[in-house]
């Protein structure tokens, strides 16, 4: 059995999903982010759109200006709190979701770990965001990469949110 399952309690989800939310508020809503975001042209980072290329974060790049650039390496340097606040807290959902459906062993029991995914997917993309910034004016090589680490990122997403769904539907169905 999977580690992630034998302490996966309902207690400790609430104080994961208690964490990720006031973790994610915090970093989303006070610091590098609202700052660069209300510089950002329609106030939409990079990160948060499919099939940006290197190009158009050029662009972005040379939008936000200097102070702009500087808060941006900053912020996704504090990215990395995503996938973990997030991914940590899917994580012990899941477990907890197919530990109550009565899965302990076997290969669902490893579902849990689909979380583990976002933490390489993000610190790619944040690392590739953050390198352009620093060389801007200079075009980072690595930014032609971005459409496929944005999509990768938003494919693991979906799969947790998927992953958590049909343990949920499971569970569900299991009890009726």
């Known amino acids: 059995m999977p580690w ?13 999903a208690a964490t990720a939310l006031v973790g994610t508020g915090l ?28 190009d158009e974060l050029h662009a972005f790049l040379g ?38 459906g009565g899965t302990r062993a ?8 689909v979380p583990v995914l976002f933490l390489p997917t993000e610190v790619a993309e944040d690392f590739v965001l953050g390198r352009a910034a620093r060389l801007y004016p200079a075009e980072s ?5 971005l459409p496929v680490l944005t999509g990768a990122k938003f494919a693991v997403m979906a799969l947790m949110a998927v992953v958590i769904a049909g343990c949920a539907l499971r569970l569900a169905w299991r009890k009726d």
């Open 4 to 16: 992630i399952l034998q302490v996966a309690t309902g207690r400790r989800v609430l104080a994961a």
């Open 27 to 54: 970093l989303f809503g006070t610091g590098p982010f609202p700052a660069v975001q209300s510089l950002a042209p329609a106030g939409v980072l990079p990160e948060e759109q499919l099939g940006y290329g290197a």
């Open 63 to 100: 939008a936000i200006g200097p102070d702009g650039r500087a808060a941006y390496v900053l912020f996704q340097r504090l990215d990395i709190l995503t996938p973990l606040l997030l991914g940590g807290a899917a994580m012990f959902l899941i477990a907890w979701l197919l530990r109550r």
């Open 106 to 113: 076997g290969p669902g029991a490893w579902l849990s770990f």
């Open 141 to 145: 090589s690595l930014s032609a990469a």
